[in-house]
């Protein structure tokens, strides 16, 4: 019988690390997630931010690279950002 694979470990610091936030289009939308996320990122490289609209224009997906100092981290960012309206996922 197979052994069951253990889930990857993240090693922190983790560079490089995608943080992918899902939305309702506006205006304002850009703006207001790099504000959330610069809160607990202050060196984000917005050069490096790739954003995508959906074929209706209703959503927009943002993918983020950050250093990600732990599962702390992590967490608080998620945390912050979900909890705003237009935010409907955070992967």
């Avoid at 939308?29 to 790099?34: E, K, N, Q, R, S």
């Amino acid at each position: 019988m197979a052994k069951k694979s253990e889930p990857h470990k993240i090693e922190f610091p983790c560079a490089d690390f995608p943080i992918k936030v899902l939305g309702e289009s506006g205006a304002d939308y850009h703006d207001f997630v790099v504000e959330i996320v610069q809160v607990h990122v202050p060196d984000l490289e917005i050069e490096r931010i790739r954003v995508n609209e959906s074929s209706g224009g209703r959503f927009t997906s943002m993918t983020m690279y950050i250093t990600a100092q732990s599962e702390e981290h992590l967490k608080a960012i998620h945390a912050a950002l979900i909890k705003h309206d237009r935010i409907k996922m955070v992967l």
